[in-house]
């Protein structure tokens, strides 16, 4: 396989851009996979030492064996055998003296290896992929969110015009959803467990190999900086890499929410935002004239892709008696999905950085609603002057405002029946009819708000 | 609808069991939805009351109206004008007096009141049914994991024999897993959140409706004992829900993890445990001979028709802007949930509760393969002894008494290069080897260490 | 069950409406499924009678019998021997005399007339209820289409403004889509197929029971108007049923993106269609002015809900050996996703009945972009007459006219290069540069094309 | 990206064989990708050339341009211009003599380039790859079904013994099932269209660049063996490649079903069958003896990571107005579908190939159940010989022999009430309840003929 483009998964060729792919193979490859399976044989040998069952030379000797591995080596051997794990420890023990060679893998049933290695690789690429990418996004969604804390915009339901907000308010919102989705996915990766229980859980073998086999686990758990799972199977129970997933997976919807939004917001009809775009940039083949909002659509298309795949997820969180291998493959592509997640975030984050806004068109669409928005604090302050109906009254207004191109005050102020409420409306309230713009109730207060409560809870938790 | 057979849903007349009829529609039903909406509604003007908007009197008034509400009444003020908030609003209105009427609702919009509801709808529901069903379920595994603590059974991976276990240590995993699950079920019901924040979120209306919108929202949520929405839009921002739900599919993936363990061992040719049967029960239309694992197979299709439904749960995720509506008629669905999660741990229940487990049969396994389970701590034994290649010995001796007929440890006898190394065994050591059903390692300690967990957990978290 | 908003289950009480619940009742109800039970069970004693095992009067008698039977009996004969076709059996049994009865489900199993029954039933289900709401859709879209073939429209990629087209081409697109998923729901409707072949789909009890077994499935099947299963097992194999709920679940994505396509031709700044509003609803319970695409929103959520249900029905496609029962509850859902086509396929007939179309609008956004779309023809055009770098001059161009905010013509006017391109061109291409809007291609005659064809091609099906 | 093993997605570097790496690569690749383009660009100009818009001399030239074309080249110049398909054009232009370039994508848009390259990779897939994988398969069932046809086998529903089949009507089943997949993915793959109307479907372009866009259309699609879209957007419309991806994952759940069967069937307890297993293979890291079902499970395995990707084709089936872009990237994951399939259909033959059938194992079951299988024809028997209640009565014999551990036969004949009907039983009758292990019914007959009218049909639709 000389040329990438041979390849037919397209992750690998097309969307991990160059500059990030010897990050993302440090953690997410498969010379990865191999080196963090090497890394908990090399912990299984030093809690052995620990046990005074082989000595910490032997360790030493392992640990430094095990560094230095790679797949190429380990798929040789497993085209010989036929079995991955087996390989990897054929490798490792030809790699040491004949004496240190018996004390690897030993006691060990092959997924004490795979499922430890797993969960520390999944911790490691939400620490240093998932994890920063998502903060990344989160902190330029808080400069925003502040910078435009004041800056009001029509706020829409039903993609009809409703009443008004601030375009910061409307930030701090994902500030809010993608702030507790961080949380969450931290948490979550702190909860993953591998377990160092043998063949069927039981610790079979370890009870003939080491004198203590359950602090063995902990010892190993320790050293990784993993949970230890409480029982185990064969396997790890399924449960703590499921929250991991659904963490990221309702993460991404997050962003495919923010991706459509802001897809939306330039529409040709709206306008209000656009993606920056190059000088020498085509739109499209034969429209050059078209700015197409290229990276929302892109994120929202992987959405599409990748949360789907939590079903797989689920699925594999069936594994009948002490364990089936029908969770093994798909398990082999459950790192695409920390994949997708980042470069999305990457993506965005990289949008945001130069997000054009287009402050008069948010102005202009407040505008154009004044007339109509006025409904909802009319009706408000028709009952809290007294009025006995007040809300039909407001609809039949802004029924008769749009049909007759007035204002719904105008409208108010035509109906003789209504003088006695309304000249019980103060100066303000008047005011706020007359100019609706500025009915956007606390939406600034609360957007800085937000995020100061999201500067403080992400420092509070180590994360910035 | 006059006959409950006229019906299209089958959960309703078919799996729903009459006894539970009540309790189920007590909090799940279009009933409960209204009553739920109501209680949201009078809580709006008890804080409304608290802020001297209107008087203490008006506010047990509107309490009491609330109370009577049935959705018969406000479907046919739906029916009339095409909304079903402001059709409850009106309902409300006319049990009232006029004076009062004037507070209902006053200042929200209809999300207000349906999230707001729905979150206490949905925390009753696990409070009420899920968690009690769950916790059942967890009980009846724990009086079986101890009661079966050194019950010896084989160990199987890939559907082959492994090495023994106990069937309470196999039960003491499930007890485990459900744990888990149970735990985050309450935790992620408790997180749940309500909004008072009104029709895009920034607390319009309520500016100029009450005094201090925020401390409105916060009293609404404290009298109701839900999270209040650090932000919001027109909408609850969707996570909290999702984090529920995952808890719920995760939790039924331990269930039908379980139903298929069960299925499996109920097979003709295992035979280890089975489903009661009554004696006046068909097992066939056409093989009066059969006894079918009905109960178990119900659980597991059960499951297959509600996993999948987690994507809407995420589909849900996505609302443009301040909102759009397209998450409205499918969380209406979302009540069937709980009530699939409930019943299908209500059914295992009971089917656990007169399990026949058939202790002849696991002896038989074990002592089928007990001639080659002897394999690993061979293997084992050989290495901590010193042979440089166990693993590839015992791999092929194995395959030698496979052929032959014999024992692993007769295979290992006849080969005069392994003397030296069999003479250094220590009598229990070759004890095993001889009669490896004892093989079972930590399993009946490890089983009951993870009852007194639970037990203590469930006690400690008000559970038990 | 005397108040139906004790339910929990949404369909049933909120969705069908009042008037279609009969209709919906007589194929997809619980009383339908123990209808067309039983008309299996009589065909079977018909076919019986054709081989002479008994006489054409016990044919006559059961057949008789069969019409009137209940669920409500069936359930309550359940109830005591827990077996629902074997109560099923027993209830006909109860109606005819002794010597029939033993005739009725002779040689058969529960699944030849569980299948048979369910095949029966989706084909008359898509018969008299899926095919006419998609084909009362399909005939509004062809009346709007035909009327609107010449009214030009902007046509959007990526939300933004492309070329011209015209209204009722856009609906072309949706005449052809839904028009294919139509013959599609007829064909896989048409090859559902039954099974008559005993408990393992060997025919065995038959081989006892009748002289010509495959005779007799053979003749059940023709009385019945279904294909026969080449050969099966305990169960119809699951691909016939999957094939049509693809046809239904991709129909309902056609749906689906008719809805969001309106959805976002009626938000406010666009507003070039909106749904009618009564005169006495009520378009959000706080923002009196509010006109939302409620019905539109209730398709997309509709199809949230059902769409990833294709997940079960491919879960149901396995089932072990000779079959498992894990399909069995989750089948019994199958019957709302007929409803659900149903419902929104009738929904959205109603709603395109009294679609408002807003001409203004459409020309209004048309004349905004006008300056802009001209760059495809003038690249077109450049291109054609010789330009060796066409593409990359219009869109320098555009830049330039957007700057600068003239038309993409003047821009191409100003510069003295372009001349002798522009010289070349006839005065009908020139005038289409001044004048894009004219632009639209063969919009009209591809939109009236395509009418005519699915006129045609319909009643050639006999489907109009 | 010089060590494969640097990759993140594992279908390249570990799931594709070396041996079928080139040829996978030569379709499914992003180089194919590159090349189906480049021919379709190529067939453009030839449908021009044909409407005298260029000489054909031009369209030879950049006929054998387009063959050289490498993604390396393209990826290259889209780094600089940030558009894939006019980067494309770019590289083919570069090519060419400067009069011949001006006509190359001459009043095309993008996506007539890609959908139709699409379609036409997709034909080329299931022709090259997915069809001779399945039919391979297929041939293999048919030998051994045919082989096996008289082989008996216990029946098994629910997991528990039922009556009896043959190994060859089982293997029938599949025979029948694959079959129907492999007609309809033919079918699906024919009917993918490929569209050649511009940027919004309208043929605007066109009509200024060719005398007949229709015909240009139509041409092309002739020219490159494809369905023409009767009508379509920017993009083909989406249903005719939701049509064959259903069939894919149709078929893969027939893979998945049979995967498990014979999963099963190797449990330790049943051994009916076994993968063969290489003598130097490893079973397990630890277990030596261990020979596990690997590549059953595996395909299973691979169905849970693929099947729920058919959501996000239905996802992919909605794109707002003439076209959004949120379709892009999910479906450039595609391929990866047929490469799924394709090597569990490789892996499947190769594993039947050496499947190791015990028959001793069958036959062992058979007696095994003999005395209880005999209860169906019992009943049957009764009930044609006139008893009243013959399923009562045999189910109650049947409870009378499992707990008397005597034949159903010896309970009924212990019975002096039945002496009457048991008179009347014929010695072949009477035989088959002594010897139930003949009451196979038709399976021999039936599994022969299902093999024969499939290889009919194979042949007549030239497949085999």
Known sequence: MNDPFDLVSPLDFRYIPASRQKAYAAILSENARVAFQARVEAALVHALAKQKV?????????????????AREVYAEEKRIAHDVRA???????????????????????????????????????????????????????????????????????????????????????????????????????GLEGKF?????????????????????????????????????????????????????????????????????????????????????????????????????NVKSFYKQFMPRMVSVYLDGISEHQRDLTNSASQRFLPEMFVALSLSAERLTKVLRNLMVDEESMQAHLQESAHLIAAEPLYILLARHGHPDAHETARRLSMKARQDGCSVLEAAQAERSLYPFLKKFSSRETGLLKDPVKYTGLSRQKALQVCRRWTGELKKNGLL
């Not at 082989?54 to 790679?70: D, M, T």
């Not at 859980?201 to 900086?225: F, K, Q």
């Not at 129970?237 to 990221?248: G, I, N």
């Open 54 to 70: 082989c000595s910490l030379a032997v360790a030493r000797e392992v640990a430094q064996a095990a560094k230095g591995i790679r």
């Open 88 to 190: 990897l420890v054929n490798c490792l023990k030809r790699r040491v003296s004949k004496k240190s060679a018996a004390f690897i893998h030993f006691g060990a049933t092959s997924y004490d290896i795979v499922d430890t290695a797993n969960a520390l690789r999944y911790q490691a690429a939400v620490r240093e992929i998932v994890l920063p990418a998502l903060l990344e996004l989160e902190t330029e969604l808080l400069r925003l969110a502040k910078r435009h804390a004041g800056l009001s915009q029509i706020g829409r339901t039903h993609g009809q015009h409703a009443e008004p907000i601030t375009f910061g308010f409307f930030l701090a919102n994902y500030v809010e959803r993608l702030g507790s989705r961080i949380l969450l996915i931290q948490e979550t990766a702190l």
């Open 197 to 297: 229980s043998g063949a069927v859980g039981a610790y079979n073998a370890l009870t003939l190999s080491v004198p203590d086999p359950l602090r063995l686990e902990r010892d190993i758990m320790n050293e990784l900086g993993l949970q230890c799972s409480p029982v185990s199977s064969q396997v790890v129970p399924p449960e703590s890499v499921e929250d991991l997933l659904h963490a990221m997976v309702s993460a991404f919807t997050v962003l495919a929410n923010l991706a459509d939004d802001f897809r939306n917001l330039q529409r040709t009809e709206i306008g209000e935002i656009a993606e920056a775009f190059g000088s020498r940039q085509v739109g499209s083949s034969t429209m050059p004239h078209k700015r197409n909002p290229l990276n929302f659509e």
